[in-house]
């Protein structure tokens, strides 16, 4: 089976990103949808306006989020938009909340857990979408990448606590880890299906290594240091690479989230979604510099 491609820069600035997905030679048709996670009021590790302007705007790409599962700045519509305003990412490019007018079902063919996942009703506006992530730890995920960004990144606000509790929202907290970590490659194999493989692209940015995600509003501060850009168009081999990286870093300060990964399982989340076909975690690191 011939390995996936995976394309890395050092240089993790407007042209390393723009070096990346030019890499990838396959353009984003239509509509295009940059799924980011614009960042818990507070917190200060997610992917700077400044650092993704030239690259969402070269796409003519519309920022989009959903609403989070839990209370806070980014919980209502409202309160969310302010959120995005604050953190300057209305001042480089159009701005949606997807569950701002519901949600959609998609169907998950082959779940174990779920049937069915909830996005942000205005998905279907678009026609195409750059998976673009900010790779770093996670206090239930263990990290977040690619696969993250696309399951709970675009899972509405309800469809969030759907995956969180394995098919069951009411149990948001209180699921079985495990099937929490499976349900997000479910998740995924909808995304995927309904867009179609051919038109999301992934980019990862190994930057701001934090053990704790963009949703902490007082996130833990890196211990490692940055390691550089990772795009693919296959969502398993890009979250491998940026885990394989941390593991071979020469970093000392790569304990913190090794430990972070390892202690809540979340290899898991590649496993599945290999497992369900979404992708290969043998891959071939094409460096750029």
Excluded at 4 to 14: A, E, G, L, P, Q
Excluded at 178 to 207: C, H, Q, R, T, W
Aim: overall charge negative; glycine content about 10%.
């Amino acid at each position: 089976m011939e390995k996936s491609k995976v394309y890395f820069t050092k240089d993790i600035s407007s042209n390393g990103l723009i070096k990346v997905y030019k890499a990838l030679n396959s353009e984003l048709k239509g509509k295009v949808a940059i799924k980011i996670s614009t960042g818990e009021p507070g917190g200060h590790n997610f992917l700077q306006p400044a650092l993704i302007k030239e690259l969402v705007s070269m796409l003519q790409g519309t920022i989009v989020e959903c609403n989070t599962a839990y209370e806070g700045r980014r919980f209502t519509t409202e309160e969310h938009l302010k959120a995005i305003q604050e953190h300057g990412f209305t001042e480089i490019a159009p701005c949606d909340i997807m569950d701002a007018d519901g949600e959609i079902s998609l169907p998950v063919v082959g779940g174990k857990h779920l049937s069915e996942n909830f996005v942000g009703a205005h998905l279907a506006n678009y026609d195409s979408m750059l998976m673009l992530s900010h790779f770093k730890g996670h206090a239930m995920g263990g990290f977040g990448g690619a696969l993250k960004n696309m399951s709970i990144g675009v899972a509405s606000s309800h469809g969030k606590a759907h995956i969180h509790g394995a098919g069951d929202a009411s149990k948001l907290w209180t699921a079985d880890h495990d099937s929490f970590l499976e349900s997000m490659a479910e998740a995924d194999k909808s995304v995927m299906e309904y867009m179609g493989k051919e038109n999301i692209l992934y980019i990862n940015v190994a930057n701001r290594l934090s053990v704790d995600c963009d949703c902490d509003s007082h996130p833990h501060d890196p211990e490692m240091a940055d390691i550089g850009i990772f795009a693919s168009t296959d969502p398993v081999a890009v979250d491998q690479a940026c885990v394989d990286a941390v593991y071979n870093s020469p970093d000392p300060g790569k304990k913190a989230l090794i430990e972070r990964m390892e202690s809540r399982n979340g290899i898991h989340t590649i496993t599945t979604a290999l497992n369900l076909g979404l992708g290969s975690n043998e891959y071939e690191i094409i460096e750029l510099d």
